[in-house]
């Protein structure tokens, strides 16, 4: 039987942190898991160079607890890797992200990865993807500790452990999985079989301070005050959004965790157990807002959200915060955006609504407006 475990964190205080980090490895054994002697990979959420303080990175604080307890039971080569979106590497050397996120302290007690190179890694034999590219700080790796952040995403509306190993991926690469798969679902799908090849071996979740609304970079900071722990990544996921109250078919990665028999049902709860939330978490301009009415209800929401995304997508359209940086529209995988008149203009016909652009703008100058789709 499988466990997760869920401890209580007020605040990013070393102290308490460590404490929680300790409970979390405690709890699965995890010393007895690494190999002596063992390159260990840690891999946090680093989607842009911002700062801790707007909920959008693993929190460095966090993971200097993870390797302050690597370093006390024996552990010396830890690597922090992330390969953040093909735009952020072209405009921004790595050790910049290190430093606009809070991470370049941590250079004292691990090494921070900056070298992108990569090779093609098998996926297990009934995946629609034979293999895919992961950069070799990953694939090299002999034991993967999963840090994400939680968040809600407005493509796959939370993002967790299985979202955040798209970051596995050479940044470059991945407008291309946005062009190859525009549909949701079968995005998902990638990232799960993504998640089935990376094969992280534990995930601790940053949930203390969360982002809700128009994540996964430009929503409103939220505190839930929670960690989140596991060695199964696709349970854990499935655990956090019936917690969150979100309808499991509005998180397609879940749903495509589902359909591969990957979660499993019979997990053990350990640690801190009795929370609530006290309010809905608020979800991305595309979702519908939960209600709890229970299953029914949350059926004729999805039946909804089906039929209303047949007929309408979800379109950017940038406001008076942007600078033009040309962020957007160098990540575009179709090649939507352009600059005419001082202006970034959409070409709506190519669009196909994977809303890469807002992930990547450092100023919150996308607004997201659900329109009827244009015939291409």
Known sequence: MGKYAVYKV?????????????????????????????????????????D??????????????????????GVEDITVADCPGGALLLFSEMETVYRKTGYSFLSEFAKLNTDFESKDINSPEDSVNKNFNIINAVSEADFI???????THNMTCITAGVKNLFGCIPGLQKPAFHAKYPAVNDFSNMLVELAQTVKPDFTIVDAIDIMEGDGPTNGKKRHLGLTFSSCDVFSMDAYIVNFLGVPEDFVATV?????????QEDMEIIGDADFSLEKPILLPSGFNATSGFGKLTAKV???????????????????????????????????????????????????????CCDEVCPNAAVDIRKKIKTQR
């Open 52 to 73: 801790a303080a707007f909920s959008v990175t693993t929190n460095p604080r966090f993971v200097y607890a993870v390797i302050r307890y690597l370093k006390n039971i």
């Open 145 to 151: 500790i999963n840090i994400p952040k939680l968040k």
């Open 10 to 50: 007020e605040k990013y205080d070393d102290t308490a942190l460590y404490d929680a980090v300790s409970r979390h490895f405690e709890a699965h054994d995890i010393k007895s898991k690494i190999p002596a002697g063992a390159k260990v990979l840690l891999k946090p959420n680093l989607v842009v160079d911002k």
């Open 255 to 263: 749903s495509a965790s589902r359909k591969k028999n990957l979660v």
């Open 301 to 355: 929401k999805t039946t909804a959200e089906k039929l209303i995304s047949a007929v309408f997508m979800s379109y950017p359209q940038m406001n008076e915060k942007c600078v033009l940086c040309k962020k957007c529209v160098v990540t575009c995988p179709k090649n939507a955006l352009s600059i005419e008149n001082k202006k970034i203009v959409l070409n709506k016909k190519v669009c196909i609504g994977c809303l």
